[in-house]
């Protein structure tokens, strides 16, 4: 292949706030991935706590680009969903995935956060959801967004071991073959990011070095480095250490300027760290 890696990124783009593209695009870049941005809405900034967002769904956009990349014979490695804005946005992800089935398939199934639904998440997109999930390869998501995947009621008690094993399991029983769930208290531990390789049958942990702080965007931080690593050939536990480390050290940095927190994390002092090839991760443990 005379050319470096493509991933279909297929996000909303925030003009301000960091957020999913605008953090997708830069790290993955910086990871040697050329990024192709398919935008399923454009917003003037995220929607946490920015006043009222302008926002124009591009649904109408997707069907058409995807028959524009097929008529160019363009190829891609990896199809990466996140945030979508309406319900026709998961058939037109369903097309992509099928239009390009020797790709890698990521879906970070970005419906809520803290026990919730986003305000513009509907009751039907959380159900057709599982759709997506099914075909995916490796999903990514929240406790929340996993709770809300199996149906279950959402707490932020501490898990064990084998609460948190079998969280995993069940997911990939959903139809994935690697389950992510991240931000998960676990007893003993602390937050931990966890991940399941149902192939292999092999649970993994990160444990998070805590910091009293929350930004908007660190799960797309996460979601793209861990796609990015595992497209450069890291395994499981390594990507889910590479992209951990990476959003520590994105928060760490922005915690010690004490920056407006709606702004999100200040990626630009952090990127260095993703041109550092030589970096081996190596803080993963069994779960």
Not at 82 to 92: E, P, T
Not at 94 to 111: E, I, K, Q
């Amino acid at each position: 292949m005379n050319r470096v890696q493509r991933v279909a990124a297929i996000h909303d783009l925030s003009g301000f706030g960091r957020c999913a593209l605008s953090v997708i695009l830069p790290t993955m870049s910086a990871m040697g991935i050329q990024v192709v941005a398919v935008p399923t809405a454009v917003l003037s900034t995220h929607t946490g706590g920015m006043g009222e967002v302008v926002l124009r769904d591009l649904t109408d956009y997707m069907e058409p680009t995807l028959a524009h990349y097929r008529r160019l014979e363009l190829e891609f490695e990896a199809i990466y969903s996140g945030f979508l804005a309406s319900v026709d946005q998961i058939d037109h992800c369903l097309s992509f995935f099928d239009a390009y089935p020797n790709a890698l398939t990521v879906v970070d199934p970005v419906m809520g956060d803290h026990g919730k639904l986003y305000r513009t998440y509907t009751r039907e997109m959380q159900r057709r959801m599982g759709e997506l999930v099914a075909v995916a390869d490796l999903i990514t998501p929240n406790l929340t967004e996993a709770c809300l995947l199996l149906g279950d009621t959402y707490n932020d008690l501490p898990l064990t071991r084998q609460q948190a094993r079998s969280m995993l399991a069940r997911l990939t029983e959903l139809g994935p073959k690697q389950a992510v769930v991240t931000g998960v208290p676990l007893s003993g531990h602390g937050s931990c990011n966890i991940g399941y390789d149902r192939e292999r049958g092999a649970y993994w942990m990160v444990e998070i070095d805590y910091v009293p702080v929350s930004y908007p965007g660190t799960g797309d931080l996460y979601a793209g480095v861990l796609t990015g690593a595992i497209m450069n050939g890291d395994s499981l536990p390594m990507a889910m250490d590479r992209a951990t480390r990476f959003t520590e050290i994105a928060i760490k940095t922005t915690f010690s300027y004490g920056t407006d927190q709606r702004h999100g994390v200040m990626l630009e002092r952090a990127l260095p760290y993703l041109t550092s090839a030589g970096t081996v991760p190596e803080d993963y443990q069994i779960l």
